[in-house]
């Protein structure tokens, strides 16, 4: 009897929250930790340099990941969601904002405004852990309008090449557009790596972007440099 009891439980919904803001920060882990044992934060950071280590390392449910770690184009969503079978939710303080637009079409699965009751916080939470969207009619206008004219409009080949690339790949691309001729080991020294880890990403960035080595590398780079911009 105590076995069936376990097993119809409801399993704990593990968040992990990303976002810049600590008191912010602070304030969502209590009111999520306040829902326990329904759900639960094993973890946060503030920044988008460690927000795919810890997702990888904790493996939650859903990530609450605030709107202005997104980057052009939403890189990190991309990053986050083929890391791992995860929800993502954004927090946004303009709902308006067209990287709004971006991250959910690169794979969050909605949207929360900073100025919302704190309970629609949690309900999204258990809505996009069931599967589910949560996006208001104005988001949902915009980006149904978005796909229409991108269906329209073929995409430029070099931006399908650069969509391949992880954040760290698009990083250390924009990097050496920027830096030019340094070695290897000026760049890993800026960029915060080994030079080992530096070749190994360099190998896949040439592979993804069909490339033969550095030079062309540096010429793609600065050509198509605006593609690159992670704000």
């Known amino acids: 009897m105590d076995r069936e009891q376990s097993q119809d439980k409801p399993e704990r919904i593990r968040v992990v929250l990303i976002d810049p803001h600590r008191i912010a920060t602070w304030g969502v882990r209590q009111l999520i930790q306040a829902r326990a044992p329904s759900m639960e934060v094993t973890g ?43 929800h993502v939710l954004l927090l946004a303080d303009d709902e308006t904002d067209p990287v709004i637009d971006a991250a ?6 909605g949207v ?8 629609t916080l949690l309900r999204a939470i258990e809505k996009i852990n069931a599967g589910e ?7 949902t206008a915009r980006l149904f309008d978005k796909l229409a004219r991108t269906a329209s409009a073929p995409e430029a080949p ?17 990097a050496l557009g920027q830096t030019g ?5 000026e760049l890993a020294a800026r960029l915060g790596m080994s030079e080992h ?10 592979d993804k972007l069909d490339v033969d080595g550095r030079m ?3 010429a793609f780079a600065r050509k198509y440099r605006d593609l690159f911009e992670l704000g």
Do not use: K, M
Not at 104 to 109: F, K, N, S, T, Y
Not at 133 to 139: A, C, Q, T, V
Not at 181 to 185: A, L
Not at 197 to 206: E, G, Q
């Open 181 to 185: 001729g340094v070695r290897n080991r």
């Open 197 to 206: 880890t530096l070749r190994n990403h360099l190998t896949s960035v040439y």
């Open 158 to 174: 070099e931006v399908r090449l650069i969509q391949q690339l992880t954040r760290r790949e698009r990083e250390i691309v924009e």
């Open 112 to 119: 929360v405004s900073t100025s919302e009751p704190v309970d």
């Open 216 to 218: 062309q590398l540096y």
């Open 44 to 86: 946060s950071c503030h920044d988008a340099d460690d927000a795919l280590s810890l997702v990888e390392a904790l493996a939650p449910d859903v990530i609450v990941l605030h709107a202005r770690l997104c980057g052009p184009g939403g890189g990190l969503i991309r990053d986050l969601v083929s890391a791992r079978a995860v």
């Open 133 to 139: 969207l949560w996006l208001d009619r104005g988001n």
């Open 104 to 109: 959910i079409l690169a794979g969050a699965r």
